[in-house]
C-alpha cells in the first residue's frame, strides 16, 4: 500500500539504520536532538490499531530496540516516544533522546524552545546506532533478525 | 515501587475507566479533548526498556484496546500516542483523539494553540469508553481479562 502524495512513501524519510520488509528504523536529521530516531512502517497505514496484532508487536519490538540503543549510545536524561501523524498520516514512532538542557526540556520536542541547544550533531552516531540496534534486534526480537 | 513525591504514584491521575494490579486507564480532564484517556503503569518506572518485555507488551494492549475505544466511542480524525515523562517520569501514555479542529491540530496537542476548541465535555464519555475498552480488552487481549 502506497500513496504518492506521502512523503513517507516517497522517501525514506532520514539516514537508514535499519530496513526489512516491513519497517525502517531511520536517524533524524535534527541538530537539536542528536540521535533522534524514527520506525516507518512501510505501508501507509494510518493508526496503530490498523494494524494485524502481530504487525503491531513487530513495530513495538523496533520501537523497544531503537530505545535500547539510543539508551545505550547517547545515555540521555530521558527518552520519548511518539506516534502522532497528524500531518503524515503514516505509521512512524519517533524515539527521542532527551536531555534536561536541550532547546524544550521538560516540555515535549514540539513546544516553543526556552534556551539554545548546546548539543551538535555527532558523525559516528549513525554507526555506532545501527550496531546497537542489530545487536538488540538480534538479543530481544522474535520476529526481526530472518528478515534483516 | 513506589515514589512518594511523584503525582501518579500519589493519586489515580484521572478518572478511572479501567484498573487492574498492573496498571490503570484513566479519562483526563480536558475540556479541549475530550476522550483523551490515558493509561499508567501502577509501579514507578521510568522507561518502557525498564520493563520486561511480556510487561511491555500487556501496556501496549491496554493502548490498543484505548484506542480502539475512543475510535469506536469518539471517531477522532487521528490518533495521538506518546509516552513522554519529562515532568512525571513514571510510565504513562497519553492516548488523544484529535480533530482537525481542535485548538492545536495539526501540530501536537503541546504546542501554541492556533483557534478555539469549539468541542465541550461530553458527560456519557467516561461510561461509554469504560464499556467499549472492557469489550476490547475481552477480545484482544492474552493477558487483561483474568487479571480485571
Known amino acids: 500500500m ?3 502524495t506521502c512523503e513517507l512513501c516517497r522517501t525514506d524519510g532520514g539516514q537508514i539504520l ?3 520488509q516491513h519497517l525502517r528504523i531511520v536517524l ?3 541538530p537539536q536532538y542528536p540521535g533522534f530516531c524514527r520506525v516507518i512502517w512501510n505501508d501507509h497505514i494510518r493508526e496503530m490499531t490498523d494494524l494485524a496484532l502481530t504487525d503491531r508487536q513487530m513495530l513495538m519490538e523496533a520501537v523497544w530496540a531503537c530505545e535500547t540503543a539510543i539508551r545505550t549510545i547517547i545515555v540521555p536524561d530521558k527518552i520519548n516516544l511518539a506516534s502522532l501523524g497528524n500531518l503524515t498520516p503514516h505509521l512512524h514512532w519517533h524515539v527521542i533522546p532527551r536531555f534536561t538542557d536541550d532547546p524544550t526540556f521538560p516540555s515535549p520536542i514540539w513546544a516553543t524552545a526556552i534556551r539554545r541547544g548546546l548539543r551538535s550533531t555527532d ?6 546506532l545501527t550496531e546497537a540496534i542489530l545487536v538488540q534486534l538480534g538479543k530481544d526480537s522474535r520476529l526481526l533478525p530472518s528478515q534483516a
Chains 1, 2 share one sequence.
Open 2 to 4: 502506497s500513496d504518492t
Open 18 to 20: 535499519y530496513r526489512n
Open 28 to 30: 533524524v536529521d535534527d
Open 123 to 128: 558523525t559516528s552516531l549513525q554507526g555506532a
